[in-house]
Every structure is written in C-alpha cells, then in structure tokens.
C-alpha cells in the first residue's frame, strides 16, 4: 500500500509508541501518561503544545509560511473500562482497563503525521493537532469544544478517523451526511419487596420483574419503531441480590439506545417510561427509568468529505476509498466537533485475513499496527492538499 514513504520507514516506530499505549490504558479524563507522552513527543519535534484542555487534552500546533489557512486533526485518546483477555506482550498492564476501542492506533497515527510533518514542514498555514480524552462515554469532545476549543484554535475544516475492523486493509470510508449515532444511556431501578427465596409469594421479586422488563423492552424497536428507521435497545447490565436464598429487594438495569435521527430518539424514551413503569406495576412493584442523552451523530460535511476523500484516494487508490453506505450504530463524539465546525469522520480498514477483524469493545480485540502508516500518510497527504506552498 503506497503510505508516504519516510512515512513508511517510519512504521516500526510508530508500532513501538503504540504498543506502548496500548500496554498502558488510561480512562477517560484520566489520561495522564498518555497526554504526558503526546505533549513531549510534539514538544521535541518543535511543534506547540498547549495542554489542560478538557483536563487531560491537548492541542500541538504547527504553524509554516504565512496562510492564515487552518486545520484541526482529531485523535481520542481513552481506553474502556474492561479487562483485556489477550496474552501478547503489549496486553494491558493496567487492570480492568482496555484499548478496545483502538484509540492507541488513532493516537499514535496522528503522532506519526506530526513528526512528518514538523519535519517536512512542506506547507503553507496552521495545523491544530487535536488529541482528546474521554470519547468512550465521558464526552472529552464536547468539553473541548465547550472550552473554546475552536476559538482558541481556528480551523477551517476538522478531520477525525476512526478504525473499522468490518473495512478491509488498504481501504478507507468517507460518505457525507450522517455516519454515527445518537447514543444514549439508560438506567432502570427496580424496587420490589426482598424475602426468603423459599417463600416468593411473600415477597415481590425484582428479579423476575427486571427479566419481564428485558424482553419487554425489546418489543419497542420490534414492533413500535417504524420497519424502515433505525434503533437499537441494549440492556447490558442486570444488577440483584447477593445470596442463592434470598430474593432481594431492587434490581438495577443499565443499558443504551441507539438512533439515527431525533424523531425515533424522542419516540423511543416515553415507550420505554411506558412499559418500564406499567410492567413493574402489574406485578405490584414500582420502576423508575433515568434517562440520558449522549452524543449526536456525526454529519459528515459535503466539502470537508470531498477532501478527505481527495486525499485518501491518493494514499490508497480512488478505488479504494468508499464512498457510500450506511450509518453505523455506534456512537462517537467527534460530532460536536463537527457541529463546529465542517469535518468529516473517516473511517480506515484494518481486516486482513485473521488479523484485525475481532470487533472493537471485545477483549480480543488489537488495533493493526499494519494501518499506522495508512493514517499517518492519509493525515500528512490532507494537510499538504489543505495547505498548499503557493
Ligand atoms: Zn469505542
Ligand atoms: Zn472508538
């Protein structure tokens, strides 16, 4: 694949700084080493970094010629609350925290842009290297943006990336319009009546009430949503009871929805305070549903896609650059970015073969380090077509 060359050369590295992350994962708003090693790789290599951002982000910024031209490039820089199963050497050290997500990769490829291109230096304007905390949840993009990100860092376009282990190697995805989706967190507290495990008619089981909940939940989207939108309704935690002979007291469910637009969003909450509440008081309990609402979805600029477009195609070939599809149900915060500012959100193929295919958020999973030099050369090509020497 025709990455950049000194790039390239440059990919044993970069699978070292990765490998690296990878073996120390850091929780959102907690990335502390992480932010400690970005800031002192750009600072070596003469880039401008200003730090505190959103606690733990951070900004380098690399200004050559005299365009007032500007781009901002977004890495995330946070790993998940989980315990990795992989036993390769770069498994995490730090236990109960994982890169699932490949935010390693996302990190060490925008470092490997920046070393290129404080060392190429061949363009004409500002680049606003933008590494964020906290995408998995803690919304570190949107507190960014909150906290003047793009007045203090004026970018004409906003680029992010992200990688696809359903894309394969070699290729890359860039459609405009909508690419991610409202992601929003639910929690259901389920208060019955606890007792002796042996006598169930003297209690109220919260247990049984939760689990009519669970499949009850599911018939929102099955028959309630419209066949032809999307929606998603994940119950991924169940709470209750600490003993095999006593029915507890309350069960506890935590789970997310996820939509493509804000007309099934708003359908979907009042549906399920409905069946929620109506099923716990049919078996005479009560149920309360909290509800929250997280990251919009990302909508790719028309423009800012095009570009990125443009550029990918030189990296890897315009047969290889995707340019159409649908949406993903997953959430990402790069959409508040790109409310700020036009943006788009790439995606990059990592499935080769075996390698790369084991779906981001599962314990197996591993970033290719084969696509580092991908992204490097994918950013490094944007910003030298975004900011021409003239
Ligand atoms: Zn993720
Ligand atoms: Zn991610």
């Given at each position: 694949?025709?990455?950049?060359?000194?790039?390239?050369?440059?990919?044993?590295?970069?699978?070292?700084?990765?490998?690296?992350l990878h073996?120390?994962p850091e929780l959102g708003f907690e990335e502390?080493?992480?932010?400690?090693?970005?800031?002192?790789?750009?600072?070596?290599?003469?880039?401008?970094?200003?730090?505190?951002?959103?606690?733990?982000?951070?900004?380098?910024?690399?200004?050559?010629?005299?365009?007032?031209?500007?781009?901002?490039?977004?890495?995330d820089m946070d790993a998940l609350p989980m315990t990795e199963e992989n036993?390769?050497?770069?498994?995490s050290?730090n236990p109960g925290r994982m890169h699932a997500c490949g935010h390693d990769?996302h990190?060490?490829?925008?470092?490997?842009?920046?070393?290129?291109?404080?060392?190429?230096?061949?363009?004409?304007?500002?680049?606003?290297?933008?590494?964020?905390p906290a995408e998995e949840g803690g919304?570190g993009?949107?507190?960014?943006?909150?906290?003047?990100?793009?007045?203090?860092?004026?970018?004409?376009?906003?680029?992010?990336?992200?990688?696809?282990?359903?894309?394969?190697?070699?290729?890359?995805?860039?459609?405009?319009?909508?690419?991610?989706?409202?992601?929003?967190?639910?929690?259901?507290?389920?208060?019955?009546?606890?007792?002796?495990?042996?006598?169930?008619?003297?209690?109220?089981?919260?247990?049984?009430?939760?689990?009519?909940?669970?499949?009850?939940?599911?018939?929102?989207?099955?028959?309630?949503?419209?066949?032809?939108?999307?929606?998603?309704?994940?119950?991924t935690?169940?709470?209750?009871?600490?003993?095999?002979?006593?029915?507890?007291?309350?069960?506890?469910?935590?789970?997310?929805?996820?939509?493509?637009?804000?007309?099934?969003?708003?359908?979907?909450?009042?549906?399920?305070?409905?069946?929620?509440?109506?099923?716990?008081?049919?078996?005479?309990?009560?149920?309360?549903?909290?509800?929250?609402?997280?990251?919009?979805?990302?909508?790719?600029?028309?423009?800012?896609?095009?570009?990125?477009?443009?550029?990918?195609?030189?990296?890897?070939?315009?047969?290889?650059?995707?340019?159409?599809?649908?949406?993903?149900?997953g959430g990402?915060?790069?959409?508040?970015?790109?409310?700020?500012?036009?943006?788009?959100?790439?995606?990059?193929?990592?499935?080769?073969?075996?390698?790369?295919?084991?779906s981001v958020h599962h314990p197996l999973y591993d970033f290719?380090?084969?696509?580092?030099?991908?992204?490097?050369?994918?950013?490094?090509?944007?910003?030298?077509?975004?900011?021409?020497?003239?």
């Amino acid at each position: 694949m025709p990455a950049i060359n000194r790039i390239a050369a440059a990919a044993a590295e970069m699978t070292e700084w990765r490998r690296d992350l990878h073996a120390h994962p850091e929780l959102g708003f907690e990335e502390v080493r992480t932010s400690q090693i970005v800031a002192e790789k750009l600072q070596s290599w003469g880039i401008t970094v200003t730090r505190d951002i959103a606690t733990t982000g951070l900004v380098g910024t690399l200004k050559v010629g005299t365009s007032d031209r500007a781009i901002g490039i977004r890495a995330d820089m946070d790993a998940l609350p989980m315990t990795e199963e992989n036993g390769f050497e770069h498994a995490s050290q730090n236990p109960g925290r994982m890169h699932a997500c490949g935010h390693d990769g996302h990190t060490t490829i925008l470092l490997g842009a920046a070393k290129y291109l404080a060392e190429t230096r061949n363009f004409d304007g500002t680049v606003h290297f933008i590494f964020q905390p906290a995408e998995e949840g803690g919304g570190g993009g949107r507190v960014m943006v909150e906290e003047g990100l793009f007045d203090r860092f004026p970018c004409d376009f906003v680029f992010g990336l992200h990688n696809d282990t359903a894309i394969p190697y070699g290729k890359m995805r860039a459609v405009p319009g909508a690419v991610s989706a409202h992601s929003d967190r639910f929690w259901v507290h389920i208060k019955g009546k606890g007792g002796h495990a042996a006598r169930p008619a003297a209690a109220i089981d919260p247990v049984v009430i939760g689990s009519h909940i669970v499949l009850a939940l599911q018939s929102i989207v099955a028959r309630r949503v419209d066949a032809l939108d999307s929606a998603v309704i994940s119950i991924t935690q169940f709470h209750a009871g600490s003993a095999g002979n006593v029915i507890p007291d309350e069960a506890k469910l935590n789970g997310t929805v996820r939509t493509l637009t804000t007309e099934v969003q708003e359908t979907i909450e009042p549906l399920m305070r409905q069946i929620i509440e109506s099923t716990a008081a049919a078996h005479g309990a009560s149920a309360t549903l909290e509800y929250s609402r997280g990251y919009p979805p990302v909508v790719n600029h028309q423009e800012a896609t095009e570009r990125a477009v443009r550029a990918a195609a030189r990296i890897v070939g315009e047969e290889n650059v995707i340019r159409s599809g649908r949406p993903r149900m997953g959430g990402e915060d790069f959409s508040y970015m790109a409310q700020k500012v036009p943006g788009c959100f790439i995606r990059v193929g990592q499935a080769q073969g075996d390698k790369g295919t084991t779906s981001v958020h599962h314990p197996l999973y591993d970033f290719n380090d084969d696509i580092l030099p991908l992204g490097a050369s994918l950013w490094a090509t944007l910003v030298e077509q975004e900011l021409p020497r003239s």
